[in-house]
């Protein structure tokens, strides 16, 4: 479903990763981590084309990006590999002017020119797919920050992706919110859907995930099954990032 070659990106002098290869089969759930700062969020950046890579290539589905494209094939690519992908970010992003359901059914009727009538029955589908139906009319000021992030995902399903891709999607979330989304999450991986997900909920990390992937340095340092991860990580990067959990204080 997503190969990724040799892909690197810098900022100035900063080099964010690179060298980094990626290969991600249909239906599995990958989640990366990693310490701030090791390029996870960016990464994901670059496959949603929010990021422009300054070498390797991407390619997602039948849709492939290639730092050596001139400039026309790289925004077709990204174009298509945009209508592939839903992301879903840190912050909600909800516009404050429309309610949820107008929220969630913008971009089909926009980009996928469906009708009006199409659009609200599948979002009022996917509202009541995240738990929110009896909420479609109110606005984002109204609703809880876990509401808002379940609208979000909502909205991001609405453009009928086959890959979904999140940016620490609970960590603008008091702890006791945080739950209510990681419950869709791991419900659309038992529905198939192909994920990855940056996070710091590393009981998510092990309960859902396929596979771990742990960054540092703007590297893969390795990547493995969670109980291999978790239990007999097998670099010393690794091991140190695992004790600081362990060492941090539990969340009330």
């Given at each position: 479903m997503?190969?990724v070659?040799?892909?690197?990106?810098s900022?100035?002098?900063?080099?964010?990763?690179?060298d980094?290869?990626?290969?991600?089969?249909?239906?599995e759930?990958?989640?990366?981590?990693?310490?701030?700062?090791s390029?996870?969020?960016?990464?994901?950046?670059?496959?949603?084309?929010?990021?422009?890579p300054?070498?390797g290539?991407?390619?997602?589905g039948?849709?492939?990006w290639?730092?050596?494209?001139?400039?026309?094939a790289?925004?077709?690519?990204?174009?298509?590999?945009?209508?592939?992908?839903g992301?879903v970010f840190?912050?909600?992003?909800?516009?404050?002017?429309?309610?949820a359901?107008?929220?969630?059914?913008?971009?089909?009727?926009?980009v996928k020119?469906?009708s009006?009538?199409?659009?609200?029955?599948?979002?009022?589908?996917?509202?009541?797919?995240?738990?929110?139906?009896n909420?479609?009319?109110?606005?984002?000021?109204?609703?809880?920050?876990?509401?808002?992030q379940?609208?979000?995902?909502?909205?991001?399903l609405?453009?009928?992706?086959?890959?979904?891709?999140?940016?620490?999607?609970?960590?603008?979330?008091?702890?006791e919110?945080?739950?209510?989304v990681?419950?869709v999450?791991?419900?659309l991986?038992?529905?198939?859907?192909?994920?990855i997900v940056?996070?710091?909920?590393m009981?998510?990390?092990?309960e859902?995930?396929?596979?771990?992937i742990?960054?540092?340095?703007?590297k893969?340092?390795?990547?493995?099954s969670p109980?291999?991860?978790?239990?007999?990580?097998?670099?010393?990067?690794a091991?140190?990032?695992?004790?600081q959990?362990?060492?941090e204080?539990?969340?009330?």
């Amino acid at each position: 479903m997503i190969e990724v070659n040799k892909l690197g990106k810098s900022f100035g002098d900063l080099v964010v990763f690179r060298d980094i290869d990626l290969h991600i089969r249909s239906g599995e759930i990958v989640v990366l981590v990693g310490p701030s700062g090791s390029g996870k969020s960016t990464l994901l950046r670059c496959l949603n084309g929010l990021e422009v890579p300054d070498e390797g290539s991407i390619r997602v589905g039948d849709a492939t990006w290639n730092a050596s494209m001139d400039a026309s094939a790289k925004k077709e690519a990204v174009r298509h590999i945009r209508t592939l992908t839903g992301m879903v970010f840190q912050s909600f992003n909800l516009f404050p002017h429309m309610t949820a359901l107008e929220n969630v059914i913008m971009a089909p009727t926009i980009v996928k020119k469906r009708s009006k009538a199409q659009a609200v029955e599948t979002g009022e589908s996917l509202l009541a797919k995240v738990g929110l139906l009896n909420k479609k009319n109110e606005y984002p000021s109204r609703l809880s920050g876990g509401q808002q992030q379940r609208v979000a995902i909502a909205r991001a399903l609405a453009m009928q992706p086959q890959i979904m891709l999140f940016d620490e999607p609970t960590s603008a979330l008091d702890p006791e919110l945080t739950g209510e989304v990681l419950s869709v999450m791991k419900q659309l991986a038992t529905e198939g859907m192909t994920m990855i997900v940056v996070t710091h909920e590393m009981k998510f990390a092990r309960e859902v995930a396929n596979r771990i992937i742990f960054m540092s340095d703007g590297k893969i340092q390795e990547e493995g099954s969670p109980d291999q991860f978790f239990v007999q990580p097998q670099t010393e990067r690794a091991r140190k990032f695992l004790r600081q959990l362990a060492s941090e204080p539990e969340t009330e």
